[in-house]
């Protein structure tokens, strides 16, 4: 699809709508509000995505390098029949066609790190005076492209201190078993292949487990990441489980251990028909053999309410009142965990647990505090973090916007900006050219600033006239995200 076409409808007649003398736009791209208790700050990543994909690759195949007449026929035949327009304005896209790149100014902080609220993370402007039509024309693409890398990379970000915290509330000195301990198990339930990707690549930040293929593919390709970036281990499911028959479970479960996968790390879905059976049957009539292995044999729960699931419930009788971590110590015996020289709780031998079933934040904490009562070490759990998790948002989690905030009329640069009487604030719009100063997840904004402070900033120009002129790494961006945790 061509990306002219990546817009709101309304925004085809706003170069009309604009009044006379206007020249040059700034717009903005500000988190401004926060549905999520005690979160105050918010993970800025996506725009090279979004720069490279959009605005250089999609731009130059699908426009530029287009010819103009079949641009011109189309744009007007889809005018004419969507929105009734018997002689639809193309001047401005025929223009825009033989310039030959786009004359935008884009200055960003630098990706990963945090902003406060209400703090833009981007300001947009254009840099030919024929095209001021232009960064707001941009304002549905960009916002449908960047509210879902930065939300979900700050959802992992929250997940990744949560972690760190236990860990070493727990005695660990070594944090990188946390790496693997939130697993990205969303893609199935995302809104589509591309919406995964985003959000996969914001989960990456902050870990290298991952189911999502497409995640890694797009980190390597658009930030450089490497094909290590991420990665999962041998992982069983229901339909292999199911597939030898009720009957023939054990057997399913000694052939995986023994004959396909003698050695490293197996994940094995156990609830297919008795979980409780699998911990207090199988697992200890497998124990010589799962204690052999160079490698952990993981349980894997997918149904029931997690955390009486894992810690155990003290209403249930029987195994269900153990929990899954405690059978799984009792059967397999535990080791002490002194890694780095730490002094952590102790390990399960050769065993652990993963449960990926409708886990949040609040759950996860729950699992990790039950699990550290029952004096065991915390690296005996992953989480899979799913579209539970990363789907259950909205653009407006954290109150995501793209601002007009100046513009150049007639020479002069005039302020503007909207402050509702009807809104408590949380669509009040900054005023005039907004720069950014101080560090991370702490920076202060200054208003009605001058176009040259946005060079002597916190932002960085990063795109200019169609050339990309920051080209971030994934490990930096990793880095400046662990950084404000």
């Known amino acids: 699809m061509q990306p002219i076409y990546l817009i709101d409808f309304y925004k085809v007649g706003h170069i009309d709508q604009y009044p006379s003398g206007i020249t040059q736009i700034w717009s903005n791209w500000t988190p401004r509000t926060s549905r999520i208790k005690l979160q105050s700050t918010v993970v ?40 009734g327009l018997q002689e639809p304005r193309t001047d401005h896209i025929a223009a825009l066609h033989k310039l030959g790149y786009l004359p935008l100014d884009i200055y960003s902080i630098p990706e990963g790190n945090s902003t406060p609220l209400n703090c833009p993370s981007i300001v947009i402007t254009n840099t030919h005076p024929d095209f001021f039509w232009l960064p707001n024309y941009f304002e549905t693409m960009l916002s449908a492209y960047l509210w879902k890398p930065s939300t979900s990379a700050t959802t992992a970000q929250r997940f990744r201190a949560l972690f760190e915290k236990y860990a070493k509330e727990s005695g660990e000195k070594d944090m990188s078993f946390i790496d693997w ?20 690549m914001g989960h990456l930040t902050c870990f290298s487990g991952t189911d999502s293929l497409p995640a890694i593919l797009a980190a390597n390709q658009y930030y450089n990441a490497g094909l290590n970036c991420g990665g999962s281990v041998p992982a069983t499911e229901h339909s292999v489980m199911c597939a030898g028959g009720q009957e023939g ?52 729960p997918d149904s029931g309410v997690p955390e009486l699931i894992i810690c155990g419930n ?28 730490g002094t952590g709780l102790p390990l399960i031998q050769n065993g652990g647990a993963i449960y990926g079933d409708a886990i949040s934040y609040e759950r996860a904490e729950k699992i990790l505090q039950g699990i550290i009562a029952k004096g ?32 150049r009329q007639n020479g002069q640069v005039i302020p503007i900006f909207k402050k509702p009487i009807t809104d408590t604030g949380g669509k009040f719009s900054h005023k005039g050219i907004p720069v950014v100063s101080g560090e991370p997840g702490k920076y202060i904004v200054s208003e009605q600033s001058l176009p040259e402070d946005l060079d002597n900033c916190a932002f960085e120009k990063v795109f200019s006239n169609g050339k990309l002129l920051i080209d971030n790494s994934f490990a930096t961006i990793r880095s400046r995200v662990r950084a404000s945790l």
């Not at 153990?322 to 002490?336: C, D, R, S, W």
């Open 314 to 341: 003290d209403t249930a009788e029987g195994a269900a009142k153990k929990g899954v971590i405690q059978l799984l110590a009792e059967v397999l015996g535990v080791k002490p965990n002194t890694a780095n020289g």
């Open 44 to 83: 800025h990543f996506g725009l090279q995505y979004f720069i490279k994909k959009i605005l250089i690759e999609s731009f130059e195949e699908e426009f530029f390098k287009l010819d103009l007449s079949t641009i011109i026929e189309h744009y007007r035949s889809i005018m004419q029949s969507t929105l």
């Open 249 to 300: 479970e054990f057997e399913t479960f000694r052939r995986l251990i023994e004959d396909v996968y003698p050695e490293g790390i197996v994940s094995i879905v156990s609830d297919s028909w008795d979980l409780w059976k699998v911990l207090t049957d199988y697992i200890p009539r497998l124990k010589e053999t799962i204690l052999a292995r160079n490698g952990k044999v993981v349980i894997r």
């Open 181 to 200: 301990q939130g697993h990205d198990f969303s893609m199935r339930g995302m809104s589509g292949v591309e919406d995964a990707i985003l959000s996969g």
């Open 376 to 407: 065991l070490s915390p690296y005996n759990m992953v989480f899979g973090i799913g579209s539970y998790t990363y789907e259950y948002v909205t653009r407006d989690t954290y109150g995501f916007a793209m601002k007009a905030t100046a513009t």
